[in-house]
């Protein structure tokens, strides 16, 4: 009985095995890279039990410990109360993050900014969150089985809605990839319209709905297996509905159409077809082999969290690479070559030989471990090797060494098996390089000069089957039908490789050329990268991959210069360098894949797999602080205003790249105070300890792997001047200033017109007193003197002589003309220009009436009229009679005449004779003419004499007026 049931358990399992293929090996390379992300990375909590993405790249990871957001690189902490245990999430439009909590709390975020939904727990606990294209809300409960709708700050019991129409018994929703509600419960799946349920056709109530896929699909299991639900149709099974006796849960399908599901303690499942069904579990490097959340980004990366594991990215591996624990001899491979039969020689730096059959690497028998390889080249079935001391041939498991040839000693670096059966060895050579044919070597002399030794790095041979030779110190060489042509102006040739059109590609002297032939002649384009490059492997999709000293790469040689890929571990390969020396170190297989020799192990690609990011991510500026304290962050309204003294300036900025967050490179720049852009590197914040007052703005951008730039992301902030620079300040200083200045002007209008009024008032009292004086003079000593030339005229008449009576008449009345002059001068009603010209109109003929002298008066009209103090006028009186008297002593002339007349601001004097004049350089001048040249010069004016001889004098008195009418 016994044996009978272990033989139809048996048979059982040959059939499922025959039906869906067994678990698939974990053969080499392959097909996933995964990395995790522990406590020890920043993870609030090993125990991950939410994943999801919102709209602007970030991923959120829920954990038993808090919320966390995630930029590739750096878990910053969600400001959630007591980092409450995160059950679930749902993004939302506009970056809106919909967050439940353990303890039945529902919060939403954005950004960094949450608040709490609902003030009371929610009933039964979060089984999924799922937020629809018309940003409604679907919240299914796990301890109820219920579905509840919350839509307009309302939570409605959607399965209790249901039920009561006859619709059916709804326990769970999820939103598939177009935002379309799914609800599935009681053996049923719907589509949802509104507030209707479309049951979708094709379904079978015994069957487990896993997850939404594409085009309207559903992805199912029953007893027969996972199976794809799409148009009422199921498909055959992709592959069985357990594993290991353990049920499948949840799932999820990737953008390349994959199901994923989780399994209780199995790890993770992937379905995509009958033969291609795996697993991933910890042995995988995968978290935890219990699943508690599957999520794809929109990149395409699986995000699993693990109960208790951490959190692991699962994405397509590009790459694979071997080392010791995949089998071979050594990580440090430096020559590798295909053989005829497919399989791979693998040679080591100090570790023998390997060989690599399709499915598995292994050491070659009987190979000295010790040798090590630099250079490989097949010949049937036996190989040459070339190594530090020379040549080998390994033949039939046997290592038969050279002797003689080439230099015996000297290291053979490249090797080279040409389309003839020709042997190209490279070693350190004086002009030549060795090419052996029917095992008869010859030697092809590159440079007649002999005296210059160089080492010969690489081979490569063309469509035309001509060989080139590229040599370290040297340069590079071609030879077809013989002859041998220096090609370029090299010296260091370090690769070489012919491209998929012809071409010839060369790595040399720091930088990548590309030579071609155009009419006979070769053409050498250099500039197409910059940098070393060890090896050169050209694909057949038109990409040139390559190995430098930061790791594997591929060039785009569409554009010149070409646009380098690097790649990381998210493709497979951690970080790792080409071999140094030694070639070839990289090939292609029949089936276009590449193979290269590198420091970690040999490493390999399917270039079909390659594909260039179509955009590069955005930059977003985070925050700013400033003092260390956030004064703006993302999402803030309106321009950050500073004051002048406010210090240290930090920028802090990301760029949301899950997969390759290690090869973004950032660069920033402030308008007005950067010259140029400042490259930061992977630098994600900039610091500015002072900067100076005005509007600015802050530019930022990031370059991706492939060495492109995405648009600009800029803030316009302002930095106040001090406050005294203000304009606001300045405004209400000027008034106050003009208002200080206003009342200061005041007051002084106010203590001048005081002090005029004082003034006026002593003026006044001044003239008063002048007047009196002129009236007592006039009339006491005026009288007086009059008196006196009377008395005087009397005595000489009664005593008919002149003697000292009429001396006495003579000096009474000049006393008198005196005093009138005195009394003219005091009286303040004479302080005018009319009562000087009337004055002098009435002295000028009595001055010259003794001498016989006519006088002429040229006096301006009475419109005339402004005045003139009492100094002023005794002073141009005074002036006048001088220049009278010496007329009518020295000049001889008939007639003088006074002209006296306003030139717009000054009054001139002007007396003109026509006596017989004098020449002024021939006369000592006096006291007359020197007391004229005073008086006018105290008074503020000038005086000039003008005369020639026989032409008579001028006398020309000008004085400025202070006020002028």
Not at 141 to 156: A, D, M, P, Q
Not at 209 to 229: I, K, Q
Not at 811 to 834: C, G, K, S
Not at 868 to 874: G, T
Request: hydrophobic share 40%; charged share 25%.
């Amino acid at each position: 009985m016994i044996g009978r049931l272990f033989l139809t358990a048996w048979l059982t399992l040959l059939f499922a095995a025959a039906l869906f293929g067994a678990e698939e090996p974990r053969a080499w390379p392959p097909r996933d890279a995964i990395q995790t992300w522990r406590v020890g990375s920043g993870l609030p909590h090993q125990r991950v039990q939410a994943v999801c993405q919102t709209e602007d790249g970030f991923l959120w990871i829920g954990t038993a410990q808090g919320l966390a957001r995630f930029d590739g690189v750096d878990f910053e902490l969600a400001p959630l109360p007591d980092n409450p245990s995160v059950v679930r999430l749902s993004a939302g439009k506009g970056n809106r993050l919909w967050v439940g909590t353990g303890d039945g709390t529902l919060w939403r975020g954005e950004g960094m900014r949450f608040e709490k939904v609902f003030q009371d727990g929610f009933p039964g606990g979060f089984e999924i969150l799922a937020e629809d294209r018309d940003g409604r809300l679907w919240i299914s409960s796990i301890g109820h089985f219920r579905v509840y709708l919350w839509e307009k700050g309302e939570l409605r019991d959607m399965t209790a809605h249901w039920d009561q129409t006859g619709a059916g018994h709804v326990a769970q929703m999820r939103v598939d990839e177009q935002g379309r509600p799914i609800a599935n419960g009681g053996g049923m799946i719907w589509t949802v319209q509104g507030e209707t349920l479309e049951p979708v056709p094709g379904y079978k109530g015994d069957s487990i709905y896993h997850a939404p896929g594409r085009d309207h699909s559903y992805w199912v299991s029953d007893g027969s297996g996972v199976r794809r639900l799409s148009e009422g149709r199921l498909s055959p099974p992709v592959g069985p509905g357990n594993w290991g006796g353990r049920h499948l849960t949840f799932g999820i399908e990737d953008h390349d159409g994959n199901l994923w599901v989780a399994t209780g303690g199995y790890g993770i499942l992937c379905y995509r077809d009958q033969v291609t069904h795996r697993r991933l579990d910890t042995r995988d490097g995968l978290c935890g082999d219990f699943a508690s959340c599957l999520y794809v980004d929109r990149q395409g990366n699986l995000w699993v969290g693990s109960d208790g594991g951490g959190l692991s990215r699962v994405t397509p591996a590009l790459f694979g690479v071997a080392g010791r624990v995949e089998g071979l001899s050594s990580d440090r491979v430096t020559a590798i070559e295909r053989g005829p039969d497919g399989s791979l020689w693998i040679g080591t730096h100090a570790d023998g030989l390997n060989r690599f059959d399709g499915s598995a690497f292994s050491r070659v028998p009987g190979f000295p471990e010790t040798t090590g390889v630099l250079s490989l080249a097949a010949e049937g079935k036996d190989l040459w090797i070339g190594h530090s001391g020379g040549l080998a041939l390994w033949s039939e498991g046997q290592r038969e060494g050279v002797v003689g040839w080439p230099r015996s000693g000297w290291a053979v670096e490249a090797l080279h098996r040409d389309r003839q059966g020709g042997l190209w060895v490279g070693q350190r050579s004086a002009g030549s390089v060795i090419c052996m044919r029917g095992r008869i070597p010859g030697e092809v002399r590159l440079r007649a000069d002999a005296q210059t030794e160089f080492d010969v790095r690489d081979f490569a041979e063309d469509e035309t089957g001509a060989v080139w030779i590229g040599t370290d110190g040297a340069g590079l060489f071609r030879h077809s039908e013989g002859k041998v042509d220096a090609v370029g102006s090299f010296r260091q040739v370090t690769a070489l490789e012919v491209g998929g059109t012809g071409e010839l590609w060369v790595a040399a002297d720091g930088g990548l050329a590309r030579i071609w032939q155009r009419e006979g002649t070769w053409q050498v384009e250099p500039g197409w990268h910059a940098g070393v490059l060890r090896t050169l492997c050209a694909d057949t999709r038109g990409g040139l991959w390559a190995t430098d000293d930061q790791g594997l790469c591929r060039l785009d040689v569409g554009t010149s210069p070409a646009r380098i890929t690097r790649f990381g571990q998210a493709d497979g390969v951690p970080g790792l360098q080409g071999a140094g020396s030694g070639h070839p170190q990289s090939v292609r297989d029949d089936a276009g894949r590449l193979w290269f020799a590198t420091t970690a192990g040999v490493a390999t690609v399917e270039p079909s797999g390659f594909a260039m990011e179509s955009k590069v991510p955005p930059v977003l500026l985070e925050d700013l602080r400033v003092n260390g304290l956030p004064r703006w962050q993302r999402g803030q309204a309106g321009m950050p205003v500073f004051q002048s003294s406010d210090r240290g300036f930090e920028f802090r900025f990301t760029a949301i790249d899950l997969r390759h967050p290690e090869m973004l490179d950032f660069a920033a720049r402030i308008d007005g105070v950067d010259a140029g852009w400042t490259d930061l590197g992977r630098t994600d914040a900039v610091f500015h300890s002072a900067l100076p007052t005005g509007e600015h703005r802050f530019r930022l951008k990031v370059r991706d792997r492939s060495g492109a730039w995405s648009d600009e992301h800029s803030l316009a902030f302002r930095i106040l001047p001090p406050l005294w620079q203000r304009g606001w300040f300045i405004a209400v200083v000027t008034t106050f200033g003009l208002i200080i200045a206003a009342g200061v002007a005041w007051l002084v209008a106010r203590w001048r017109l005081q002090r005029q009024l004082t003034a006026l008032r002593v003026e006044r009292a001044l003239e008063a007193e002048r007047a009196r004086i002129a009236r007592d003079l006039h009339d006491h000593l005026g009288s007086g003197l009059t008196e006196i030339a009377f008395l005087g005229d009397s005595l000489r008449m009664e005593r008919g002589d002149g003697g000292e009576a009429a001396e006495v008449s003579v000096r009474a009345r000049e006393l008198t003309r005196t005093m009138d002059e005195t009394v003219w001068a005091l009286n303040p009603e004479n302080d005018t220009f009319e009562g000087l010209i009337s004055y002098l109109g009435h002295a000028m003929p009595v001055w010259l009436k003794s001498s016989g002298i006519r006088c002429r008066l040229d006096f301006p009209d009475e419109s005339l009229r402004f005045g003139l103090n009492a100094r002023v006028r005794r002073e141009l009186y005074l002036a006048c009679k001088e220049a009278a008297h010496n007329a009518v002593k020295h000049s001889g002339a008939e007639a003088i005449i006074l002209r006296v007349e306003k030139i717009e601001r000054d009054l001139v004097i002007t007396l003109s004779d026509d006596g017989r004049g004098f020449d002024p350089a021939s006369v000592t001048a006096g006291n007359g003419l020197a007391n004229l040249k005073r008086r006018l010069s105290e008074l503020g004016g000038t005086a000039t004499i003008t005369s020639k001889p026989a032409a008579g004098t001028t006398v020309r008195f000008v004085l400025p007026l202070a006020d002028s009418p």
